[in-house]
């Protein structure tokens, strides 16, 4: 069975900075390419980064860029979202996400059930 | 950046057709998937590239895409269908590919 579980989310000020990350199980890891998916409070569903299989391909929404950094270890099966400088606007329930090998165009067909950051002083 | 854009809400009878937009920029030249969510859980895929099904939804999920408007259709709406919906697509085109809808409430009436 698919299994991604995200852990490392918290109460952080603003400035400050958090490592997120999310252990994959039941498939072979270093054959997929993963996501970052964040939600709001009450607000939609917003991608935030994406990571190709080898790690060397690598995306970020304009809201991250040059504050997040995602990573991955296939070794231990697990993708990583380093936050620095950290807003308010940041705050959210931080999702990790499979891209799908069924579908050619990146749809996400596993998601962990998520990690919630909260950004405040 | 792309932008899709969704109705915030649609209401729905039970047993009823519920159709769900999704409006781009000639968005039928480009795969739309659409996901589930339902208070407190996380996405789930529903359908991709347009009109597939992944294993496990219900035929009673379908969609379209053509122009500038991708359609999730749910016929023989259930209770349990009664969840937020977003469309999805990944433009190859920019540098931060990932674009998700502004999502669409499923009320069940």
């Known amino acids: 069975e698919v299994q991604l579980v995200e852990s490392g989310g918290g109460l952080v000020q603003p400035g400050g900075s958090l490592r997120l990350s999310c252990a994959a199980s039941?498939?072979?890891?270093?054959?997929?390419?993963m996501n970052w998916v964040r939600q709001a409070p009450g607000k939609g569903l917003e991608w935030v980064s994406y990571i190709s299989s080898s790690g060397s391909t690598i995306y970020y929404a304009d809201s991250v860029k040059g504050r997040f950094t995602i990573s991955r270890d296939n070794a231990k099966n697990s993708l990583y979202l380093q936050m620095n400088s950290l807003r308010a606007e940041d705050t959210a329930v931080y999702y990790c996400a499979r891209v799908s090998d069924s579908s050619g165009y990146y749809s996400f067909d596993y998601w962990g059930q998520g990690t919630l950051v909260t950004v405040s002083s | 950046s792309y932008v899709l854009t969704q109705p915030p809400s649609v209401s729905v009878a039970p047993g009823q057709t519920a159709r769900i937009t999704c409006g781009g920029n000639?968005?039928?030249?480009?795969?739309v998937h659409w996901y589930q969510q339902k208070p407190g859980q996380a996405p789930v895929l529903v359908v991709y590239?347009?009109?597939d099904r992944p294993s496990g939804i219900p035929e009673r999920f379908s969609g379209s895409n053509s122009g500038n408007t991708a359609t999730l259709t749910i016929s023989r709406v259930e209770a349990g269908d009664e969840a937020d919906y977003y469309c999805q697509v990944w433009d190859s085109s920019s540098d931060h590919p990932g674009v998700f809808g502004t999502g669409t409430k499923v009320t069940v009436l």
């Open positions: 590239d347009d009109s």
């Open positions: 000639n968005i039928g030249s480009k795969s």
């Open positions: 039941g498939f072979t890891f270093s054959s997929y390419e």
